[in-house]
């Protein structure tokens, strides 16, 4: 296990996972308290066209990326709020544009690289320095955000009536908060990738779920059981020689399920 530490790719790996732990951690737990997952999927699948527009441009996709998901995140937003019924409809046709102009971005660049694919499906062991600092600037953003303006974003989470009346800006603070999602996506994209990014939004906080309804103590199990799932995912890809993003994805969904099933068997016994 310590023969990893000697690979820089595995230090730099070892930390992004603990990098976007805080974020999946503290994020997801907006997302889901206020069932925002599929709004998240669309700000997620939409983030690819940036990652097509930064290589078409020749400028770092994390940069394009961080832009194109940040408009993004905020037209899902005001679509979710404004169009009532079809906003699903309206998201999911968003989601499939951005998508959509990832791909035509990138085949019309030249020398296009096959493995920018990995923004789609993850690749933890390519991330660099560099990524690194975007990442903890982007940690930093989401954790000062989210502690400046935490009574209002729980407001709005818990009782967006009470947060009228008290006269608000329901709107501006929703917004914001899908703002926090894109720049959690952008940062975990290279973890995961964009196609699996919703799982550590969701499964950590699902499970933190099972032991506290506390929002501060929920995000701090979050961000625990994401270090798990990444980190022990990391390991496991590493030994297995597996994809890092799948497999991290796919032990976190699978000591869920089977979380699921221990606790449906303990609370179904008492009553048979």
């Known amino acids: 296990m310590l023969e990893l530490f000697s690979y820089e790719f595995m230090r730099n790996a ?29 700000i997620a699948h939409a983030a690819y066209g940036g990652v097509g527009l930064g290589v078409f441009l020749g400028i770092s996709p994390m940069l394009s990326s961080f832009v194109f998901t940040f408009c993004a995140a905020i037209g899902m937003g005001l679509v979710q709020r404004r169009a009532g019924e079809r906003a699903d409809t309206i998201i999911g046709v968003l989601w499939a544009v951005g998508m959509a ?15 920018l694919m990995s923004y789609l499906f993850g690749s933890i062991l390519m991330v660099s320095g560099v990524d690194l600092w975007w990442m903890l600037a982007l940690d930093l953003v989401i954790l000062l955000t989210v502690a400046l303006a935490y009574r209002q ?24 908060l899908t703002a926090l999602i894109a720049v959690a996506i952008v940062l975990m994209m290279r973890v995961t990738g964009l196609i699996l990014v919703i799982a550590l939004l969701t499964v950590p906080v699902a499970m933190a779920g099972w032991f506290s309804f506390d929002l501060k103590r929920l995000m701090a199990l979050a961000i625990l059981f994401g270090a798990i799932f990444n980190l022990g995912g990391l390991w496991l890809s590493y030994i297995l020689d597996l994809s890092s993003g799948a497999t991290i994805v796919a032990l976190a969904g699978g000591v869920y399920l089977f979380g699921l099933c221990v606790r449906s068997f303990f609370v179904a016994a008492p009553g048979r």
């Open 14 to 42: 070892i930390a992004a996972a603990l990098l976007v732990s805080v974020a999946t951690g503290v994020i997801g737990a907006f997302v889901v308290v206020n069932r925002m997952v599929f709004l998240s999927g669309g």
């Open 153 to 176: 974003l729980v407001a709005i989470s818990f009782d967006e009536t009470f947060t009228t009346v008290r006269n608000l800006p329901v709107t501006a603070l929703y917004l914001a």
């Open 101 to 115: 102009l990832g791909v035509i971005f990138l085949e019309l660049s030249p020398g296009f690289q096959g493995d």
